[in-house]
């Protein structure tokens, strides 16, 4: 059974930063493509970022692009979201998700087959 545990997410301030972890079991980390996803209040869930099982490929919402950096550690089975920079417009649930890591868009939800239950970042002005 597979299952993802999202932790990290909090309440914070504008400009402060925040790291997001993701850990993973159930499944044969190395080889799934890692996500985040965010949802904010009224608002369809948005690709964030995502990582390739070597860790080798990274790819990012444009959004957070420069100030969001994914990683991740298959000792561990856990990836990482660390948000930098942090505004207002980042307050969402975040989702972690995995798919096999197979070629093609990384960016769609519907190529996930495993979801977290979601953690609630709240980015105060």
């Known amino acids: 059974q597979v299952q993802l545990v999202e932790s990290g997410g909090g309440l914070v301030q504008a400009g402060d930063s925040l790291r997001l972890s993701c850990a993973a079991s159930g499944l044969t980390f190395s080889s799934y493509l890692m996500g985040w996803f965010r949802q904010a209040p009224g608002k369809e869930r948005e690709f964030v970022a995502a990582i390739r099982g070597s860790g080798g490929s990274i790819y990012y919402a444009d959004a957070v692009k420069g100030r969001f950096t994914i990683s991740r550690d298959n000792a561990k089975n856990t990836v990482y979201l660390q948000m930098n920079s942090l505004k207002p417009e980042d307050t969402a649930v975040y989702y972690c998700?995995?798919?096999?890591?197979?070629?093609?868009?990384?960016?769609?939800?519907?190529?996930?087959?495993?979801w977290g239950q979601g953690t609630q970042v709240t980015v105060s002005s």
């Open positions: 998700a995995a798919r096999g890591d197979y070629s093609g868009s990384v960016d769609s939800q519907r190529t996930y087959g495993y």
